[in-house]
């Protein structure tokens, strides 16, 4: 038995009617390496139920207390029914990728049943109108709640389900297997009043640790929280309530091509290539429907999401008309911490309007007015940059559906797997009716900092021209 962490926890208790914090993985595969180039689907459903055993969450469903007075456990489901959490469906004709895309958007959609254990799995088939891929493809659909994906230790639950080769040994018969039985609610619930009754109490020593491990760094946290509290969030399409329909586009790209972008800025990152074809994506769509705010929009971007790695809020640079430009912006935010004391003083000269607007956020926030954190999420989601294979099938494709909500109805996924990038928009269909557009951005926002890379690649000198610069200086 396991309770929730505070996270996860929040997570559930965030869920609304029209909201949910689903996260689906979607994995494309050519069955043509497959023993016999054909997979059945008990094959599948066999190789699955010999993986149960590799992560205790497959098995496990919530067991919460009355009146939510503590956080919920983790027990074991003593009525799993594997078939009920594996299931088979397939494209109507033509089976072409708006089919797919609307499919996976109504599936990700759909709350999971909270009696039992927070995950499903749905094996697609009939992708015959798919340009680029090998005839015979097939989906699998992960859809898991962000309260039971434990990154940090665990990994992804789909991560259990892959070889790393394609002839391997045919799944052994699943081991025998006995449910704990549920404890009862009332020790849990005395447990939970205790908890509570000491939680003021229990807080109080780590916090002070914390608070002397941070005395040496005070003044730059202050700086970095009055430039936020102070900076003026401009509000778009995506800053609104969410409907319960969903929308996915997807848009690939090869990791090579995104090195050659981040090699136009010294010292920049592929991440800080993604975030700038992200940012001019938004340009591009909202200056499209004439409505491309005047400031910068911010992002909440994730260095990491399988690494335990703090969220942060950065500058998308939409200000920037000029892509490189957009990119050396960027790059100059995310170099380091430093620049955030810099960036307060040149804010304004008079502090009086940057305290002005704090105190205004701090009145909106006690009033209980929601104000948006950014026009959007980005997350990095990694995967290995090797094939994986299932049930000999190889993996041609990764991505990923992120859950969006009230107040920030655009979350941008960011997938890596076998030399690839996949950039994922997951949206809700009334504030983005045309994913397609945002799709399209995406691939322009890209190619116009792609067709910079070999200009500036011939223009920077040669190792050996610059040798003999050298060579004569020296002389």
């Known amino acids: 038995m396991q309770q929730l962490s505070e996270q996860d926890a929040a997570f559930l208790a965030g869920d609304s009617a029209h909201a949910t914090a689903n996260v689906s993985l979607l994995h494309i595969y050519d069955q043509s390496t497959a023993p016999g180039g054909k997979l059945r689907f008990k094959t599948i459903l066999a190789h699955i139920e010999s993986r149960l055993d590799s992560a205790p969450l497959f098995r496990r469903r919530l067991l919460r207390l009355p009146l939510g007075l503590a956080r919920p456990y983790w027990v074991d489901d003593e009525h799993f029914d594997l078939e009920y959490h594996v299931r088979h469906i397939a494209l109507p004709k033509p089976g072409d990728w708006r089919q797919f895309c609307i499919q996976v958007s109504r599936i990700h959609a759909r709350p999971l049943d909270l009696n039992r254990p927070l995950w ?64 009862s609610p009332l020790p849990l619930l005395a447990r939970g009043l205790l908890r509570q009754a000491t939680t003021p109490w229990r807080a109080v020593k780590p916090l002070a640790q914390l608070l002397r491990k941070l005395a040496p760094e005070r003044l730059a946290l202050a700086g970095d929280l009055l430039l936020q509290a102070s900076a003026e969030i401009p509000l778009v399409r995506f800053n609104a309530v969410v409907s319960p329909h969903r929308v996915f586009e997807t848009r690939r790209f090869t990791l090579d091509e995104f090195d050659r972008i981040r090699r136009l800025v010294p010292g920049a990152t592929v991440q800080d290539a993604v975030l700038a074809v992200c940012g001019g994506a938004l340009r591009r769509y909202l200056d499209a429907h004439d ?28 200000d920037v008309q000029d892509p490189l430009q957009r990119l050396r912006a960027i790059r100059a935010q995310t170099s380091g911490r430093q620049a955030a004391l810099p960036a307060l003083a040149a804010a304004g000269a008079a502090p009086a309007p940057l305290l002005g607007r704090a105190a205004r956020q701090l009145a909106q926030i006690l009033s209980g007015e929601r104000r948006p954190l950014a026009a959007c999420s980005i997350t990095q989601v990694p995967g290995p940059q090797m094939p994986l294979y299932l049930c000999g099938a190889r993996m041609s494709y990764f991505s990923a559906m992120l859950p969006v909500s009230d107040g920030l109805g655009l979350a941008i996924a960011v997938t890596s797997y076998d030399g690839r990038i996949v950039i994922s928009p997951t949206s809700c269909r009334d504030l983005m009716p045309d994913p397609e557009h945002f799709a399209q951005a995406l ?27 050298r060579a004569a200086a020296g002389a």
Not at 292 to 302: G, Q, V
Not at 446 to 468: G, S
């Open 291 to 318: 409505e491309l705010p005047a400031p910068s929009l911010l992002a909440l971007a994730s260095a990491d999401a399988g690494g335990g790695a703090p969220w942060r809020r950065v500058s998308l640079a939409t």
């Open 443 to 469: 691939r322009d926002s890209f190619q116009e900092l792609l067709a910079l890379a070999p200009a500036a690649a011939a223009a920077a000198p040669r190792p050996a021209a610059r040798r003999r610069r």
């Open 120 to 183: 499903e799995i749905y094996v697609i088939e009939g992708l015959d109108s798919f340009l680029d891929l090998p005839a015979g493809s097939f989906a699998l659909l992960t859809k898991t709640h962000h309260a039971a994906l434990d990154f940090e230790h665990d990994g992804e639950l789909t991560a259990r389900l892959h070889d790393t080769v394609a002839s391997a040994a045919p799944p052994p018969p699943p081991a025998p297997w006995f449910a704990d039985g549920a404890p």
